[in-house]
Structures are given as C-alpha cells and as structure tokens.
C-alpha cells in the first residue's frame, strides 16, 4: 500500500482561478472543481459507475456536457434519476461484468487511502462499482480528508435478526431508512484506530451485508479540491490509470 504522502500530485485551475479573482472558495466550489476534474478523466465509449452525494451531483453534469458515447450504472436511484435526466445512458448493473472507471465521493479520507463511505447510505452498492471499475476515482472537497478515521462508520444489515446482529455489534444506531435493497442502514461507533481490523471485524459479522469502509486497494485517485485547485493523490487501486 502507498502512502497518499508519497503520491504524484498536480493541480488543475477551477479553484485556482477563483481564488485568484478574490472570489470566495467554498465547499461546494471545490466539490465542483473535483468533479470537473474527474469528469475530464473520461473517455468516449467507456462503461462509467456513478457514485451518489453532493460531490457527484457536480459530476454528472460535467459528464453529460461532454457529450461522449457511453454506458453508466448508478449508485442509487437519485443518481439514476438525475443523470438521466440529463441524458446519460444508464442501465441497470446486470450486463456488464466490468467498468473502466467510477466516480465517487467519500466522508473521510485518510492520508493512507482508507475511506468511510456511504454518508449516503450507497455503501454497498458503491463497494460494489467500486470493485468492478478498473479505476475507482474519487472526488473530494477540502474538508475530507483526516489525520485519522473517525466514526461512525455506516453499514446495511439484513432485517432478519436484527436485535442479534445490534448486540454483537455494539454501539450501533438505527437510521430510520432502508436501503434501495431493502437493507437496514445503520452506523457503527467501534473502534477506528486500525481500519483493517474493523472492517474485519464488520466482514466477519453475521448479518452485515456490506460497511463503509473502503480499503485502499479500491481506490486508484484521490482528487481533493482545494483553495490552490485540485490535488491528484494516486492510490494503491488498479492500475489501469489510461489515459
Ligand atoms: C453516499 C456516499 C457519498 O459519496 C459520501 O457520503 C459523500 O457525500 P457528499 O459528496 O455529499 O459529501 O458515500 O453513500
């Protein structure tokens, strides 16, 4: 695994510019320079996963302004229904085995590239885009990253013995939705100080469908959006990193 430390960077200009024009930078104006960013990194004819949040509703009109040929599944009905509505081509995830890249956000990242996802409540099914996409991008906002994790860390747990899978659990809360499968979404107070070991731990649980926690084997880039632009963090992800 590669530190994010010791990760090639560069810098594109949205941010920059506006900063240099004495415009306020906010959070939504960087969450908007990474998605740009990420959109540029798409090419004509790819199968592209579309994460879910604030950050990737930036995103996908940035890709639909590219106007290039291409095959999309989505994280989560509202990202479906808002990139159709804008003209993307998405299906549902079960023809293709594989996806050249995803675009995603994320709640925290480390500087080691392990992520908390599914603030959303899409962790499962990001985890599993994720995984298919030869190159898992993901965008973020200045405010992301962190010296270290920290929780609540979400999860999708199967309704059937449900009081069992809580008690073995912990320190757990109930969100008062489920996910578009049916899962009950809940967040996990544990321990973060060794993610490899929770996300073990959650793994191992009976009754966990799937958490939040990413390694960073599935990330290829980090774009974090910032006052002086957007700074390109490679990951320990796949490497099929073209173009
Ligand atoms: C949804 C997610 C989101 O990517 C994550 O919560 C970040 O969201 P945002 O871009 O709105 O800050 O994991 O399940």
């Known amino acids: 695994m590669r530190p994010l430390g010791a990760a090639r960077w560069r810098l594109t200009f949205a941010v920059g510019q506006a900063?240099?024009?004495?415009?306020?930078?906010?959070?939504?104006?960087e969450k908007r320079a990474a998605a740009e960013a990420a959109a540029a990194l798409v090419q004509d004819g790819m199968a592209v996963g579309l994460g879910t949040g604030s950050t990737v509703a930036y995103f996908l009109p940035a890709l639909a302004r590219r106007q290039l040929r291409l095959r999309c599944v989505a994280t989560s009905p509202a990202t479906a229904a808002a990139a159709s509505a804008l003209g993307l081509a998405v299906e549902p995830f079960d023809h293709l085995a594989r996806l050249d890249l995803a675009v995603d956000g994320a709640d925290q990242v480390a500087p080691d590239g392990w992520l908390v996802k599914g603030g959303g409540g899409a962790h499962t099914r990001e985890r599993i885009v994720a995984a298919a996409a030869r190159r898992f991008v993901v965008i973020v906002s200045s405010d992301?990253?962190?010296?270290a994790l920290r929780p609540p860390v979400p999860v999708e747990l199967v309704a059937f013995g449900l009081p069992a899978t809580l008690a073995r659990l912990g320190d757990v809360r109930l969100r008062d939705r489920r996910s578009p499968d049916g899962g009950v979404l809940a967040d996990w107070f544990g321990p973060l100080d060794d993610p490899a070991a929770a996300a073990a731990r959650l793994d191992a649980t009976p009754g966990v469908v799937d958490h939040g926690l990413f390694e960073p084997s599935l990330t290829s880039d980090v774009l974090v959006a910032g006052a002086a632009g957007v700074e390109h963090r490679r990951v320990g992800g796949p490497v099929d990193r073209s173009p």
């Open 19 to 29: 900063r240099r024009q004495n415009a306020v930078v906010t959070i939504d104006d």
């Open 144 to 147: 992301k990253p962190v010296a």
